[in-house]
T-cell receptor, first 108, second 112 residues
């Protein structure tokens, strides 16, 4: 079993829909990251969380340390949000472990 | 401000050769991390450097090495290349450890 699990693996939605991507982890962590990777490989760091909730534009990230779970929400989704979203955690040994990613496709 | 740059962008090598990849961080950033991305394994952490010192290392064999220079530029070296080393190698810089990272475009290495 992977130490970082993301769901769903693939998600197709219509423009305007509210999107939720989930990340569960099984290790103690010092921080959790959400990354966005567009076709062609470019990666953007969206959020770094150690507790609570963060918001940036239409993106919201939450983390529940007790339940070892984080969610990334996208409100009013747009085709330009189509990308792979990757969850990564830094464990207590400072090792970074990545999830396999969620491929999101927003249809116009 | 210029972003993170990586050179070369594409590279083809044959098994047994060695390769050196370069990463220039955003001006003022002192931390550089390296990652490997393959279709099978996804993203994996290689190294993290801060102020010319390796602060953290992933689970890769000793064929993978790196260093950081006084101007924060970093290089990674892979010796005795294997087919499985074919991957996208990404570099990311940040102002300091545990700060937001900014990724470069990557170097795509193909080993034949």
């Amino acid at each position: 079993k992977n130490e970082v699990e993301q769901s769903p693996q693939n998600l197709t939605a219509q423009e305007g829909e509210f999107i939720t991507i989930n990340c569960s982890y099984s290790v103690g962590i010092s921080a959790l990251h959400w990354l966005q990777q567009h076709p062609g490989g470019g990666i953007v760091s969206l959020f770094m969380l150690s507790s609570g909730k963060k918001k940036h534009g239409r993106l919201i990230a939450t983390i529940n340390i007790q339940e070892k779970h984080s969610s990334l929400h996208i409100t009013a989704s747009h085709p330009r949000d189509s990308a792979v979203y990757i969850c990564a955690v830094k464990n207590r040994d400072d090792k970074i472990i990545f999830g396999k990613g969620t491929r999101l496709h927003i249809l116009p | 401000k210029a972003g993170v740059t990586q050179t070369p962008r594409y590279l083809i090598k044959t098994r047994g050769q060695q390769v050196t990849l370069s990463c220039s961080p955003i001006s003022g950033h002192r931390s550089v991390s390296w990652y490997q991305q393959t279709p099978g394994q996804g993203l994996q952490f290689l190294f993290e450097y801060f102020s010319e010192t390796q602060r953290n290392k992933g689970n890769f064999p000793g064929r993978f090495s790196g260093r950081q220079f006084s101007n924060s530029r970093s290089e990674m070296n892979v010796s005795t290349l294997e087919l499985g080393d074919s991957a996208l190698y990404l570099c990311a810089s940040s102002l300091a450890l545990a700060r937001k990272q900014y990724f470069g475009p990557g170097t795509r290495l193909t080993v034949l």
